[in-house]
């Protein structure tokens, strides 16, 4: 990957920009731009900006639900992107056209079945994401997720879910994974561009003060609770309320926490690392501070065995 540290900045849908992205990347990890957030043209801005901030390999992430995902697609080939992450579905119909043009492709899975065919098709490495993580999430936890994706296929894997301190990092080696992605810990970054209100919510949470939302609507969300995650919770309880109207109810959701810190219909969403992140710092101190405890921790996890 030519990046000195295997630790991914998760993308993270409206606040994954290149002001992280590059800071993380010029701190040795892998900055990572979300492309869920205004049309195709800011985002080619973005991405140019961010070659402009760093000269370290950075990626772009495409969430595979957006209505331009084509567009994009497309947009990191002109724009030389070096590496592409993907999330919430299968990048299958992108990927010829994307390792055609010398791009390294790393989809999110959330089970190992998809790791598998993305394997196959020439991802040269997976991103595993367990429940604990923020945003969408699938059904597995990471503890029994890694393994099973580690087993499954012939790429690196990278660990997401739950990961937000040196302790987590090691644990995700221990699991097989070479390499962790985190979001929740850089949401607590200075350089991160959410609202006041939003880094405040962040530093208060403790790790009992998420929830998962959209279950029943086939689209699980975890996301801190507030009073948008009680009146959605209540909404899909309420069988005289449709589904329509849940999504329309939830449409704009994140938006609305990221950039007007809106306590009421804002959707603050995090993983249950949450309760780790106990101080906003720089990029490159959480960077350090993490391969830092890992090493020491690593160097020092036989102690509580004996052959
Ligand atoms: O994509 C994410 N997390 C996200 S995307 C997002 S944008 C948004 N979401 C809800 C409301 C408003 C905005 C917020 N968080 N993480 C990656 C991820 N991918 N998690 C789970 C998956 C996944 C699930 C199923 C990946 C593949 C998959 O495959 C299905 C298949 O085709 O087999």
């Given at each position: 990957?030519?990046?000195?540290?295997?630790?991914?900045?998760?993308?993270?849908?409206?606040?994954?920009?290149?002001?992280?992205?590059?800071?993380?990347?010029?701190?040795?990890?892998?900055?990572?731009?979300?492309?869920?957030?205004?049309?195709?043209?800011?985002?080619?801005?973005?991405?140019?900006?961010?070659?402009?901030?760093?000269?370290?390999?950075?990626?772009?992430?495409?969430?595979?639900?957006?209505?331009?995902?084509?567009?994009?697609?497309?947009?990191?080939?002109?724009?030389?992107?070096?590496?592409?992450?993907?999330?919430?579905?299968?990048?299958?119909?992108?990927?010829?056209?994307?390792?055609?043009?010398?791009?390294?492709?790393?989809?999110?899975?959330?089970?190992?079945?998809?790791?598998?065919?993305?394997?196959?098709?020439?991802?040269?490495?997976?991103?595993?994401?367990?429940?604990?993580?923020?945003?969408?999430?699938?059904?597995?936890?990471?503890?029994?997720?890694?393994?099973?994706?580690?087993?499954?296929?012939?790429v690196p894997v990278i660990a997401a879910g739950g990961i937000a301190d040196g302790r987590g990092m090691a644990a995700a080696f221990m699991l097989g994974a070479e390499g962790v992605q985190c979001g929740t810990r850089f949401l607590g970054a200075t350089e991160c561009i959410i609202h006041q209100t939003y880094k405040d919510k962040i530093i208060a949470a403790a790790e009992t003060d998420t929830v998962v939302t959209g279950k029943t609507l086939g689209h699980p969300v975890r996301a801190l609770k507030s009073p948008f995650t009680k009146k959605f919770a209540?909404?899909?309880?309420?069988?005289?309320?449709?589904?329509?109207?849940?999504?329309?109810?939830?449409?704009?959701?994140?938006?609305?926490?990221?950039?007007?810190?809106?306590?009421?219909?804002?959707?603050?969403?995090?993983?249950?690392?949450?309760?780790?992140?106990?101080?906003?710092?720089?990029?490159?101190?959480?960077?350090?501070?993490?391969?830092?405890?890992?090493?020491?921790?690593?160097?020092?996890?036989?102690?509580?065995?004996?052959?």
């Amino acid at each position: 990957m030519g990046i000195k540290y295997p630790i991914f900045q998760g993308g993270m849908a409206w606040i994954s920009e290149s002001g992280l992205a590059s800071a993380v990347s010029n701190a040795g990890g892998l900055g990572i731009i979300s492309c869920v957030n205004a049309g195709t043209e800011v985002i080619r801005e973005e991405i140019r900006k961010c070659k402009e901030m760093t000269d370290k390999p950075f990626a772009v992430n495409i969430m595979l639900q957006a209505p331009n995902d084509a567009e994009i697609a497309q947009l990191v080939i002109d724009e030389k992107v070096p590496v592409v992450t993907t999330g919430a579905g299968s990048p299958a119909k992108y990927m010829d056209a994307w390792l055609a043009a010398g791009i390294k492709v790393i989809p999110v899975v959330a089970a190992a079945s998809l790791a598998v065919r993305m394997d196959r098709l020439g991802a040269v490495a997976i991103i595993a994401e367990g429940g604990e993580s923020g945003g969408h999430i699938g059904e597995m936890n990471t503890m029994a997720l890694i393994p099973n994706v580690t087993d499954a296929v012939s790429v690196p894997v990278i660990a997401a879910g739950g990961i937000a301190d040196g302790r987590g990092m090691a644990a995700a080696f221990m699991l097989g994974a070479e390499g962790v992605q985190c979001g929740t810990r850089f949401l607590g970054a200075t350089e991160c561009i959410i609202h006041q209100t939003y880094k405040d919510k962040i530093i208060a949470a403790a790790e009992t003060d998420t929830v998962v939302t959209g279950k029943t609507l086939g689209h699980p969300v975890r996301a801190l609770k507030s009073p948008f995650t009680k009146k959605f919770a209540a909404m899909e309880k309420d069988p005289s309320v449709t589904p329509e109207q849940i999504l329309e109810y939830g449409s704009g959701s994140l938006r609305k926490a990221v950039q007007n810190g809106d306590e009421v219909y804002g959707s603050f969403m995090a993983g249950q690392s949450v309760g780790m992140v106990r101080e906003i710092k720089p990029a490159a101190e959480i960077i350090s501070e993490m391969v830092t405890d890992a090493v020491a921790r690593l160097k020092g996890g036989a102690a509580w065995v004996e052959e």
